[in-house]
């Protein structure tokens, strides 16, 4: 998706020749621009200066929600303010600091300039909306309400990260917690635990050394020797290839998924926001007219969590047949009660819509209750976690230090 720079020669009809540089993806693009503009090409070469100039600027892990926050935002406030589509992507391209975007923008606008939709210019040329966002914009097209909807996209996109920034913030003092707790086994290990034992070795009593300590000594000597930090190294390697590798099967997602859903505390998070995400996202698409068939095939593919997704794409073939959601929905076994009997009573009202809406709302309340005391929710389990470590090096550091007496009596 990203532009290139290329150097071009080409003559004029006079036979005259000139040079320069244009941005494209590709050397045909670069042809193409010459010709319309009745250049006859002489040569075309990429300008590799530029291209490692550029790898300064790639971003790990794609472009930031925060980045694409602010680009809706602003598209937003441009088209409400009456704004055409072509001039409002022009100044954004200008104006937007991310690189990325400012590329994939200049994309956009050219298509758009070609005569296609900004939904099919998007989809087409960017990386910086969703499946569901796109379908939205599309729909809004459709339906000659685009503003709105990309205020809705807006909000949404919103809402996602103040959620991320809610578990970002709460995981903060765990992981201080849990570093510290790894410095101070590191220096007991390297440091006190060879004393410990040249103690004992000093008063020829090293047989006598707590099993627990003698654990810690063999240890300590591993990690110590240039063999044993291979060998961790190579230990540690091979798991996260074991774990990428079982992750990327469809098996091994549908396994870990589950997994992540019956952990403490976490478990109960993510089931919250895969609830209020399907009402949120379901309700977006219907009341933007997108058909209930392929509403829910977006938004199954928008859950991040696979065992969700692969309940809701369940649900598609039994509606098709007229089963009503409510009905596959509880088959799944992973919908709360309370939640299909609402939707059971939304189609037998024929307000569906409004009720998936309510949901997402008050499932997002779930959320946010859970992230503002996340901290709080997880104190048992580090406290659990690190009275375990902390009993253990007190056991093996401080037992031998007690036992040294009975040694030299």
């Known amino acids: 998706m990203s532009l290139n720079n290329y150097k071009y020669t080409a003559t004029d009809k006079v036979g005259q020749q000139v040079s320069g540089t ?26 590799l200066n530029a291209t490692f100039e550029k790898l300064g ?70 990386e910086l909306f969703s499946e569901v966002q796109l379908n939205l914009l599309s729909a809004g097209e459709k339906s000659g309400n685009m503003v709105e909807v990309i205020r809705q996209i807006g909000v949404d996109m919103e809402k996602s990260y103040q959620l991320r920034s809610k578990i970002r913030s709460a995981m903060i003092y765990p992981a201080i917690i849990f570093i510290a707790i790894i410095v101070v086994v590191a220096v007991l290990i390297v440091y006190m635990i060879p004393a410990v034992e040249q103690l004992y070795r000093d008063f020829n ?29 190579l230990i540690v390697a091979g798991g996260i290839i074991t774990f990428r590798s079982f992750k990327a099967t469809e098996n091994g997602r549908m396994i870990l998924a589950r997994l992540y859903l019956k952990m403490p505390v976490f478990g109960s998070l993510i089931q919250n926001i895969q609830l209020a995400e399907f009402g949120r996202l379901l309700a977006m698409l219907m009341q933007s007219g997108v058909p209930i068939m392929e509403a829910l095939r977006i938004v199954a593919l928008a859950l991040s969590n696979p065992v969700y ?57 779930e959320v946010n209750e859970i992230t ?38």
């Open 22 to 47: 244009h941005k494209a993806q590709t050397r045909d693009q670069v042809a193409e621009y010459l010709q319309s503009q009745g250049y006859f090409v002489v040569s075309i070469t990429q300008d």
């Open 57 to 126: 600027d790639i971003q790990i892990g794609g472009i930031p929600l925060k980045d694409k926050l602010v680009l809706i935002k602003q598209l937003s406030a441009m088209m409400g303010a009456g704004l055409p589509v072509l001039q409002s992507l022009d100044i954004l391209q200008k104006q937007m600091s991310n690189k990325s975007i400012q590329e994939q923008l200049l994309l956009a606008k050219n298509a758009v300039e070609g005569g296609s939709s900004l939904s099919v210019a998007f989809r087409k040329n960017t």
């Open 205 to 233: 009593a090293a047989d006598q050394i707590p099993d627990i300590t003698k654990f810690l000594i063999t240890f300590s000597g591993f990690l110590s020797s240039p063999v044993g930090l291979i060998i961790v190294a």
């Open 309 to 365: 997704t692969q309940a809701v794409m369940d649900t598609i073939p039994e509606v098709s047949k007229g089963t009503p959601l409510a009905i596959p929905l509880a088959k799944s076994g992973i919908f709360p009660l309370l939640y299909v009997r609402m939707i059971a009573t939304a189609e037998q009202t024929g307000n569906l819509d409004k009720i998936l809406a309510d949901l997402g709302k008050f499932y997002e309340a």
């Open 372 to 409: 503002d005391n996340l901290t709080k929710l997880m104190e048992p389990l580090i406290l659990l976690v690190v009275g375990a470590i902390v009993m253990f090096l007190a056991v093996a550091v401080y037992l031998p230090i007690y036992q040294i007496g009975n040694v030299i009596s």
